[in-house]
């Protein structure tokens, strides 16, 4: 409760200094709303409907994209830094698309795939795949060898190895890498729904930003924060509720 | 009688980039059925690439490796493999780990809690049964790493500085543990240390070897009577084996190290 109170001290401090800011006119407060203001401007969204509409479309899209990206990377690099032919085939194809920055994609995606969903959803599909493929393929490719050898001389039969020592051994890896494509995944989402869309966080924020309503773009900016956030801490929630070993050994190595 | 290790003209060599290093060149020995067999010697000679070769994650180069006259081909439950540092499953729990054997082999589960209870039991973990590793002692995770190899009742129990990693006192008391366990299981065993005293204690014969690339260099029988106790370290046949075997084991280091640096 006391570690509460104190981190939540900056943040208020933080507040208070933008509402005095910018109630000072000192900035052209068409430009700097103070906080009351971008919250009242979010509680009239939300009442309208409109608010609940576009963090639901947002949110389904970085979802969709960020479960499929995370299947297709799991797979191809558990495959990929197990058995080396696949190796030898999968990962040069892989580094060759990895350093084109997503965000290069955006006006690709539109033409191929317009403007609705089937866009957004590659998008953060393509950029969760990367950082993922890299960590489970590191995390699969570099098991300790050790706990190979302490299950095989116990007695695990080789088709059991795999569930039973490798998948959890690389799980620390893979677990950063998942956490760190959550944040990457709201990133390309919004590039791509400010690029060209109907609905969406990051739509309204460039929508509101054509028609200069700057109480309403914080408001959304804000959001989008608060989603990011949100979604951080509710994987790790997960994680640490379904894998109890894990949090151990992340603070103790 | 089962257990019995033959190791002949055993030599190893791993093959790098631009060379092939020997980590061991002509290892021979021998662990009869039954037997506490140790093997000394120098930091890099090759004590740690026997084992494994005997274990089955490293085949031999040359030479050959019987367990009961069978060449080893890969690694099986009947040899256990107690590690320096652990290598217990930091994603399973003390019960789990030490389950895991049986598991693997589809033993029903009932069998399995009452057997890893008895083990707990035997190693006073009886409380600590849903602790993972990262939460135990040094010691603690050294007794479920046994424990987790004992339950499958091997016949060959192969120890690579099983207590290197542990304190003095906790070293001790596990030394007394195992010597306990031997005796009452009377399982083949071959041990790896560093450490002097802690081989003439435990074995019916040390093995020295060369500095690398490692042979045997020579051997000593323990004559020392059984069951032995903690206060035999002051009987002054136990001191000649030390200072015999320490003699063996310096002009190694010397090699290594070089000789002492005057002042
Ligand atoms: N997989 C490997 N690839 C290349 N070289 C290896 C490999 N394993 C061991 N060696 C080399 O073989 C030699 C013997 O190593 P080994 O680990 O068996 O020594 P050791 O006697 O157990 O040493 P220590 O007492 O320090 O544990 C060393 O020079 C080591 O570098
Ligand atoms: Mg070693």
């Known amino acids: 409760m006391r570690q509460f109170a104190l981190r939540s001290t900056g943040i208020i401090f933080l507040l208070i200094l933008w509402e005095l800011v910018s109630r000072t006119n000192l900035i052209d407060p068409g430009l700097f709303p103070p906080p009351s203001q971008v919250i009242s401007a979010l509680v009239s969204l939300t009442l309208s409907g409109q608010l609940p509409k576009d963090v639901f479309a947002s949110v389904l899209r970085a979802v969709a994209g960020f479960v499929l990206g995370s299947i297709?990377?799991?797979?191809?690099?558990?495959?990929?830094?197990?058995?080396?032919?696949?190796?030898?085939?999968?990962?040069?194809v892989v580094?060759?698309?990895?350093?084109?920055?997503?965000?290069?994609?955006?006006?690709?995606?539109?033409?191929?795939?317009?403007?609705?969903?089937?866009?957004?959803?590659?998008?953060?599909?393509w950029g969760?795949?990367?950082?993922?493929?890299?960590?489970?393929?590191?995390?699969?490719?570099?098991?300790?060898?050790?706990?190979?050898?302490?299950?095989?001389?116990?007695?695990?039969?080789?088709?059991?190895?795999?569930?039973?020592?490798?998948v959890p051994a690389a799980l620390p890896t893979i677990i950063t890498g998942l956490r760190t494509s959550i944040s990457l995944a709201f990133i390309v989402l919004v590039a791509a729904e400010m690029a060209g869309s109907y609905l969406g966080v990051g739509y309204r924020i460039s929508a509101y930003h054509l028609v200069f309503q700057i109480d309403k773009m914080m408001g959304y900016i804000v959001l989008m924060g608060a989603l990011g956030f949100i979604a951080d801490r509710t994987f790790a929630y997960l994680v640490n509720r379904a894998l109890p070993w894990y949090q151990l050994s992340v603070n103790q190595d | 009688?089962?257990?019995?290790?033959?190791?002949?003209n055993l030599g190893i060599s791993f093959t790098g980039k631009d060379k092939t290093i020997w980590a061991v060149k002509d290892v021979s020995l021998e662990v009869k059925s039954r037997e506490f067999v140790s093997l000394v010697g120098v930091?890099?000679?090759?004590?740690?690439?026997?084992?494994?070769?005997?274990?089955?994650?490293?085949?031999?180069?040359?030479?050959?490796?019987?367990?009961?006259?069978?060449?080893?081909?890969?690694?099986?439950?009947?040899?256990?493999?107690?590690?320096?540092?652990?290598?217990?499953?930091?994603?399973?729990?003390?019960?789990?780990?030490?389950?895991?054997?049986?598991?693997?082999?589809?033993?029903?589960?009932?069998?399995?809690?009452?057997?890893?209870?008895?083990?707990?039991?035997?190693?006073?973990?009886?409380?600590f049964a849903d602790h993972y590793p990262q939460q135990l002692s040094g010691g603690m995770r050294q007794r479920v790493a046994l424990a987790r190899v004992l339950i499958n009742d091997p016949d060959v129990l192969l120890m690579d500085e099983p207590f290197g990693a542990l304190d003095a006192q906790t070293r001790i008391f596990m030394q007394e543990v195992v010597l306990n366990l031997w005796e009452s299981t009377h399982k083949s065993v071959l041990f790896v240390t560093h450490d002097i005293d802690e081989a003439v204690f435990l074995s019916d014969r040390v093995y020295v070897m060369t500095a690398a690339p490692g042979s045997i260099k020579s051997v000593y029988d323990i004559e020392l009577e059984r069951p032995r106790h903690a206060d035999i370290r002051l009987d002054q046949k136990f001191l000649l084996y030390k200072k015999e075997l320490y003699e063996a084991i310096r002009e190694e280091s010397q090699k290594v190290l070089g000789p002492l640096p005057t002042f």
């Open chain 1, 72 to 92: 297709a990377g799991l797979f191809v690099g558990a495959v990929s830094g197990r058995i080396r032919a696949f190796d030898a085939v999968l990962t040069p």
């Open chain 1, 95 to 125: 580094q060759v698309l990895r350093p084109i920055p997503v965000i290069a994609l955006v006006p690709l995606a539109i033409v191929w795939f317009g403007l609705g969903e089937a866009s957004k959803i590659f998008l953060v599909f």
């Open chain 1, 128 to 166: 969760v795949f990367f950082p993922v493929w890299v960590s489970s393929y590191l995390g699969i490719s570099r098991v300790d060898k050790n706990y190979i050898w302490a299950a095989r001389s116990i007695g695990i039969r080789r088709e059991k190895l795999w569930l039973q020592v490798i």
């Open chain 2, 1 to 8: 009688m089962a257990g019995h290790v033959v190791v002949k």
């Open chain 2, 43 to 127: 930091s890099g000679c090759g004590k740690s690439t026997v084992i494994n070769s005997i274990a089955g994650f490293v085949p031999p180069t040359v030479g050959e490796v019987t367990v009961d006259n069978q060449p080893i081909t890969e690694p099986n439950s009947r040899r256990g493999v107690v590690f320096q540092s652990f290598v217990l499953f930091p994603w399973k729990t003390v019960f789990e780990n030490i389950a895991f054997g049986p598991r693997s082999r589809d033993v029903d589960e009932k069998a399995i809690t009452e057997s890893v209870d008895q083990y707990l039991k035997l190693m006073g973990l009886m409380k």
